[in-house]
């Protein structure tokens, strides 16, 4: 979850200072890789459902953390690349 906050913390920075739309979704797409492998990288590279929910959980998170500081996931293409970093994060395990 730490790595959840702290990628939803940066995205938002990195959001604010790029004004490129499809930046700001590649940038939430990135996060879902980070948010998977870390959690890959701390539970030595177990998989299982749970950790699939974790991943789930930990972009849930980061997505509202992105939401509530930049408002960006609330159209319909943020609401893709979440759907997509979601995909990936829970993937990853």
């Known amino acids: ?5 702290l990628g939803g913390v ?5 959001i604010f200072l790029l ?6 979704w590649i940038i939430i797409v990135g996060l879902g890789y980070v948010v998977g492998e870390g959690i890959s ?3 030595n590279r177990k998989r ?3 950790l699939k929910i974790v ?9 509202t953390i992105i939401t509530l500081t930049t408002g960006v996931t609330i159209d319909i293409f ?3 690349a979440s759907g997509i ?3 990936i994060a829970v993937n990853k395990l």
């Open 41 to 43: 990288v701390a539970t």
């Open 48 to 50: 299982g459902r749970t």
């Open 10 to 14: 940066v995205a938002s920075v990195l």
């Open 19 to 24: 004004a490129i739309p499809i930046l700001w």
């Open 85 to 87: 970093s979601v995909y």
């Open 1 to 5: 979850m730490a790595t959840a906050g």
């Open 55 to 63: 991943a789930a959980g930990a972009m849930f998170v980061a997505l």
């Open 78 to 80: 943020g609401l893709f």
